[in-house]
């Protein structure tokens, strides 16, 4: 399983085994074998200024990858996420803005895809079968107002403090809105700034601050390494 390459003319991020590993939150000896059982590989190839090629994934992959390790946290079988995921390309195309959790949802051991057409909701889990939407409340229509363009690598608490675009610094975290890297802040926090002085600096609210640090934190404590593998 591979997302492959994005529509001519836009990048598609690029990102170490290493940085997916961290951003995805899992053991990077289990993205090592989902490689190796050809689940999801890396689909890109850049030239160093050395000559040597480098392999790396793009955000689609990290989407995937992201995907994939929900899914088997919840015990779902590599078959039944094969044909969430092949589901999902066919209504809302490679991962991307589309894929935000706007259009998204997992509840359970279920995956649904919502989209304004004849279909509306559909449950990917199941090859695409359309759902009764009044069967789960008023679950759909709030997330439907979530704002659009929120990544689903992103954990909800910090959606409008963090972005994640492969199109703004090559796809790493930045502050909402900004194209500052929220490692910027956590380096400075590191040197003793204070939330308030680091806010000054870039202009950003202190409570965005406060959350970025946060992220930060959480990606550090949840370092790959931590993180029992998901069974395969």
């Known amino acids: 399983m ?20 961290r951003l995805a939150q ?29 392999q790396g994934y793009t955000y689609a992959d990290l989407v995937l990858i992201r995907i994939l390790r929900a899914l088997r946290e919840d015990k779902i079988d590599f078959t039944s996420a094969a044909i969430a995921i092949d589901h999902l390309f066919a209504r809302l195309g ?7 959790d706007a259009h998204v949802y997992f509840r359970g051991k279920r995956i649904y895809a919502w989209k304004p ?19 789960f409340g008023d679950v759909f229509p709030k997330l439907r107002r979530i704002e659009e363009g929120i990544s689903i690598v992103v954990p909800e608490k910090y959606w409008g403090h963090v972005d994640i675009d492969p199109r703004v610094k090559d796809g790493q975290p930045v502050v909402h809105g900004t194209r500052i890297p929220t490692s910027a802040l956590a380096d400075l926090a590191r040197r003793l700034w204070s939330p308030s002085r680091i806010a000054q600096a870039y202009g950003i609210a202190v409570e965005t601050v406060g959350q970025v640090l946060d992220y930060e934190r959480r990606l550090e404590m949840a370092s790959p390494a931590a993180i029992p593998a998901p069974a395969v």
């Open 94 to 100: 490679p991962p991307s803005r589309g894929w935000a």
């Open 117 to 135: 057409d004849d279909w509306d909701v559909t449950e990917a889990t199941a090859m695409g079968q359309k759902v009764e939407t009044r069967a």
């Open 2 to 21: 591979s997302a492959g390459m994005p529509a001519s003319g836009s990048w598609p991020g690029f990102y170490t085994a290493r940085d997916v590993a």
């Open 26 to 54: 899992i053991p990077s000896s289990t993205l090592y074998e989902w490689q190796q059982r050809k689940i999801i590989e890396p689909s890109l190839e850049l030239q160093g200024d050395d000559g040597k090629t480098i």
